[in-house]
């Protein structure tokens, strides 16, 4: 095997380099090189040698300077693009902000009732209208020979909330309109209450009462002594309404009623 002496170009250390090698590395410095022929001359010799390590030199300073370039314009555009999409979401962000609180600011406070004299008449026209309608259409079942009268108004319990805080689901308002009617059941004079309850009433600017009008009826079974399968809706009085339905409200709501309705003193 022929070996040929040569320095290393990056310590200045000596090489020994086998005729026939295509690349050594320095034993000092770890240095790798690779080695170049000329296709007519296939012994190793200093010109060689040396156009290679010019060449290899040459071209990791190449590299070297293209990645430091890519690196260097890759860092320049991600800063670029960062802050303009920063620049972007922020007038995006503030441009959300100022329409929300223009939004908010053009939304006016919701006013809700919390007296029964807020009800215009025409308000009242309607809930009377739709109480009727839906407590005409409950059943009863009473014995052959029976009388009943036509569902009577009888006045209004209001219940307003004493927490501001408190949402629609949970109730800011309810509204008892409150009915009865009379039945003759073998010579016995029996009477049943039953209400429609409104949630929620809401005041226009111009203090109209914003409802669907659409209630929820309240009207027990009430079931006839001594006659079985026989029945009439209602409770037994405006006093058994407060005392079942209001009552366990109390702590929630400031109870409010119509002339004539039971109110506890």
Same mark, same amino acid.
């Given at each position: 095997?022929?070996?040929?002496?040569?320095?290393?170009?990056?310590?200045?250390?000596?090489?020994?380099?086998?005729?026939?090698?295509?690349?050594?590395?320095?034993?000092?410095?770890?240095?790798?090189?690779?080695?170049?022929?000329?296709? !007519? !001359?296939?012994?190793?010799?200093? +010109?060689?040698?040396?156009?290679?390590?010019?060449?290899?030199?040459? @071209?990791?300073?190449?590299?070297?300077?293209?990645?430091?370039?890519?690196?260097?314009?890759?860092?320049?555009?991600?800063?670029?693009?960062?802050?303009?999409?920063?620049?972007?979401?922020?007038?995006?962000?503030?441009?959300?902000?100022?329409?929300?609180?223009?939004? +908010?600011?053009?939304?006016?406070?919701?006013?809700?009732?919390?007296?029964?004299?807020?009800?215009?008449?025409?308000?009242?026209?309607?809930?009377?209208?739709?109480?009727?309608?839906?407590? @005409?259409?409950?059943? /009863?079942?009473? #014995?052959?020979?029976?009388?009943? +009268?036509?569902?009577?108004?009888?006045?209004?319990?209001?219940?307003?909330?004493?927490?501001?805080?408190?949402?629609?689901?949970?109730?800011?308002?309810?509204?008892?309109?409150?009915?009865?009617?009379?039945?003759?059941?073998?010579?016995?004079?029996?009477?049943?209450?039953?209400?429609?309850?409104?949630?929620?009433?809401?005041?226009?600017?111009? @203090?109209?009462?914003?409802?669907?009008?659409?209630?929820?009826? !309240?009207?027990?079974? /009430?079931?006839?002594?001594?006659? #079985?399968?026989?029945?009439?809706?209602?409770?037994?009085?405006?006093?058994?309404? %407060? !005392?079942?339905?209001?009552?366990?409200?109390?702590?929630? %709501?400031?109870?409010?009623?119509?002339?004539?309705?039971?109110?506890?003193?």
């Amino acid at each position: 095997m022929k070996l040929v002496q040569k320095k290393c170009p990056s310590c200045g250390a000596s090489l020994s380099i086998d005729s026939q090698a295509t690349e050594v590395t320095c034993e000092y410095c770890k240095q790798k090189l690779l080695i170049e022929r000329e296709e !007519n !001359n296939k012994d190793f010799d200093s +010109t060689d040698f040396c156009l290679h390590v010019s060449k290899y030199y040459d @071209n990791k300073s190449k590299m070297s300077s293209k990645n430091i370039a890519i690196i260097v314009s890759v860092l320049i555009a991600v800063l670029f693009i960062g802050g303009l999409i920063i620049s972007v979401s922020g007038d995006i962000v503030k441009k959300i902000e100022k329409s929300n609180s223009n939004s +908010t600011s053009n939304i006016p406070e919701k006013t809700y009732v919390t007296d029964i004299s807020q009800i215009d008449d025409k308000s009242l026209e309607l809930f009377h209208k739709e109480t009727e309608k839906k407590l @005409n259409s409950e059943k /009863t079942y009473l #014995p052959q020979g029976s009388t009943e +009268t036509e569902w009577e108004y009888v006045g209004m319990y209001l219940l307003s909330s004493k927490d501001s805080n408190r949402n629609e689901y949970e109730g800011i308002n309810k509204l008892y309109d409150v009915y009865k009617k009379s039945y003759t059941v073998e010579n016995k004079k029996i009477e049943g209450y039953a209400f429609l309850e409104y949630m929620n009433l809401e005041l226009s600017s111009d @203090n109209i009462v914003l409802n669907s009008f659409s209630g929820k009826v !309240n009207a027990p079974f /009430t079931y006839i002594d001594n006659k #079985p399968g026989y029945y009439l809706k209602g409770y037994e009085s405006d006093e058994e309404i %407060y !005392n079942k339905v209001l009552r366990k409200q109390q702590d929630k %709501y400031i109870i409010s009623g119509t002339t004539g309705l039971y109110l506890e003193k």
